[in-house]
C-alpha cells in the first residue's frame, strides 16, 4: 500500500549451550563463556553441567532475568555408589551416557550452537556431536587440555585405556565444526597431528579481577577471621596473634582499624602469598611446603630479620587436600603460616587483590595448556612465581612479570629475594599496590611488569574471537 512503512520483523532469539561435564560452579572459563553469550544481544543462553559450587555473581542477573537457565546434569543414584569400586565406574559411564542422552536429544531446547569444554571427552564429543546432528546446529569444542593426558597421570601413558582414550579423542576431536584452544602451542599440536583447525582464545580476566583497595583488603579479612584464628601447625605465628589478644577488636594480621573505620597496614604484618588449586596428583603441592621450610629455616637464622613472616593462603577443593593439611600440622614452622580455604565466588579476586605474591604449581599433563589462577592474578595486579614447563612462557615472562621455578629450592630462593627487606609498606590509592617499603628491588619490578602488561579483559578479546566462531566463521591458524 502506498505511504505505508514496512516494519522489519523482530530478530530471532538463537540459543547457545554451554556445556561441561563437571560443577559448574568450578568452571570459570565456561561460566565466562555464558556470561559474554548473555551480555550479546539476540541469545537465549544454557548452561549445562554439575550442581556444586555457587555460579559467579555475574550470572546471578541472567538467571533472574530468564536471559540464562541452568540444566543441571543428575548425580549418581545413592544405589549405584554403593557398588563396588569397578561396577560403580561401569555404572557411572553408562548412567552419564543415557542422562546425557536425554537431556541433549529429547529434553531441552533446541539450540542454534552448543560450545562443550574439553576435557572431560568420554562421552561428551560424542554425544554433543549426536545433539548437534539431531538439532542441525554448530558445535564448537573448546580445548583447554587433553583428556587422555589426564588419565596418564594415575595409570601411565601405555595402559590399554589411555590408548583406547586417545583414540577416542583424535577420532572425535575433528567432529565439531570450529574448535578454540587456549595456547598456540596446543594450537599447533592440534593442527599438526591432530588435523584440527583451532583459534586461540588465552583466557583473559574480567573486569572484576582487579587489585583491591585497602578497605576491601581489611573487610575481608575480617570476614575470614575464623579460618585465621585456626592453626594448622604448632608454634603457628597467626594463631597466636588472635590468642594473645596482641589484636585490637576489628584488627586482622595484616591490617588494623584507624580513627573512623578507616583501614590501614598493620605494623610489622606478614607478607601474604596465595595459591590456588584443585589439590589433584597433576599438581604437586609438596614443592611449596619444602619451599616454606626452607624460607621458615633461612628466616630464623637471619640475625637482622632482613625476612618477614609469611601468610601463605591456599584456595581450593579436591581429593588431596585432607593429606596435605596433616602434613602442615607435623611442620615446625615459625615464620610461616598456612591456611585453606573455599571462597565465595566474590570473595577470590579480592583475595588475589591483597596479597603480595601468587604461587602457581600447575604442571601441565599435556605441557600444552596454561593456568588460569595466573590470568587471574595478573588481572588483579599480582605477581607470580610459577612452576615451569613447556609452554608457560606464553604467559608468564621471567623476571618481568613473575619468576619461573622447577624445584622447592628454586621456588624458597625467589621468596628469599622477594621479601628481602618487606616492611608491609602504606598501601596505595585507588587499590593500586604500592612498591614503597613493599619489598626487595626484585618485587617492586615484578610488581611494574605485571601493571605495565595491561593485560586484554575478557569481553574485549571474547567479541573479537570467540563471537565469530560461534556464529559460523572458520577457525584458521590465527585468531
Not at 628466616?299 to 601463605?312: C, G, K, M, N, V
Not at 595448556?369 to 605477581?383: E, I, T
Not at 619461573?404 to 621479601?419: K, R, V
Amino acid at each position: 500500500m502506498a505511504g505505508a512503512q514496512a516494519t522489519e520483523a523482530p530478530a530471532r532469539t538463537r540459543h547457545a549451550w554451554v556445556m561441561v561435564l563437571g560443577d559448574v560452579g568450578r568452571s570459570p572459563r565456561m561460566q565466562y563463556h555464558a556470561s559474554s553469550l548473555c551480555k550479546t544481544p539476540g541469545y537465549a543462553v544454557t548452561l549445562i553441567g554439575y550442581r556444586g559450587a555457587a555460579l559467579i555473581d555475574e550470572l546471578q542477573g541472567p538467571v533472574a532475568g530468564g536471559c540464562l537457565s541452568v540444566a543441571y546434569l543428575p548425580d549418581l543414584p545413592l544405589l549405584l555408589r554403593r557398588l563396588p569400586r569397578v561396577l560403580q565406574l561401569a555404572a557411572k559411564a553408562l548412567f552419564q551416557l543415557l542422562t546425557m542422552l536425554w537431556l541433549l536429544l529429547v529434553a531441552l531446547p533446541r539450540p542454534d550452537v552448543i560450545l562443550l569444554q574439553l576435557p572431560p571427552a568420554l562421552p561428551t564429543m560424542l554425544v554433543c556431536r549426536l545433539a548437534a546432528l539431531r538439532h542441525r546446529c554448530r558445535l564448537v569444542f573448546d580445548w583447554h587440555n587433553f583428556a587422555y593426558t589426564l588419565m596418564a597421570i594415575g595409570m601411565g601413558r601405555g595402559h590399554p585405556l589411555v590408548r583406547l582414550a586417545e583414540r577416542y579423542e583424535r577420532h572425535w576431536g575433528r567432529a565439531a565444526h570450529a574448535s578454540l584452544c587456549v595456547t598456540r602451542a596446543m594450537q599447533r599440536e592440534l593442527a599438526a597431528h591432530w588435523r584440527v583447525p583451532a583459534a586461540v582464545f588465552y583466557d583473559r580476566p574480567p573486569d572484576f579481577f582487579r587489585p583491591a583497595s585497602l578497605q576491601e583488603k581489611h573487610v575481608l579479612l575480617q570476614k575470614l577471621q575464623p579460618a585465621l584464628a585456626s592453626g594448622l601447625h604448632p608454634q603457628d605465628f597467626v594463631a597466636e596473634l588472635y590468642a594473645s589478644g596482641e589484636l585490637a577488636s576489628g584488627d586482622t594480621p595484616c591490617t588494623t582499624c584507624a580513627d573512623g573505620g578507616r583501614a590501614e597496614e598493620r605494623p610489622g604484618r606478614p607478607a601474604m602469598v596465595v595459591s590456588s588449586t584443585s589439590w589433584t596428583p597433576d599438581e604437586d603441592f609438596g614443592i611449596l611446603l619444602k619451599a616454606a621450610e626452607l624460607y621458615d629455616g633461612r628466616a630464623r637464622r637471619s640475625r637482622h630479620r632482613h625476612y618477614p613472616r609469611i601468610l601463605f593462603l591456599v584456595t581450593g577443593r579436591g581429593p588431596q587436600r585432607a593429606e596435605y593439611e596433616e602434613r602442615m600440622r607435623s611442620m615446625d614452622l615459625r615464620f610461616v603460616a598456612f591456611r585453606t580455604l573455599w571462597l565465595e565466588p566474590g570473595d577470590y579476586p579480592r583475595l588475589l587483590g591483597s596479597a603480595d605474591l601468587g604461587v602457581s604449581l600447575h604442571a601441565s599433563s599435556s605441557g600444552l595448556d596454561l593456568p588460569m589462577k595466573v590470568v587471574d592474578m595478573f588481572g588483579c595486579g599480582l605477581p607470580v612465581c610459577a612452576l615451569s614447563y613447556a609452554c608457560i612462557g606464553e604467559l608468564v615472562s621471567h623476571e618481568h612479570n613473575g619468576l619461573l621455578f622447577e624445584s622447592s629450592y628454586q621456588l624458597a630462593q625467589q621468596l628469599l629475594d622477594c621479601f628481602r627487606g618487606f616492611s608491609g609498606g602504606p598501601a596505595g590509592k585507588q587499590g593500586r599496590r604500592s612498591e614503597a617499603g613493599g619489598g626487595s628491588s626484585l618485587l617492586v619490578q615484578l610488581q611494574r611488569g605485571v601493571a605495565g602488561a595491561s593485560m586484554a579483559r575478557w569481553d574485549d578479546t571474547w567479541r573479537k574471537t570467540v563471537l565469530p566462531v560461534l556464529e559460523g566463521a572458520s577457525t584458521g591458524p590465527t585468531c
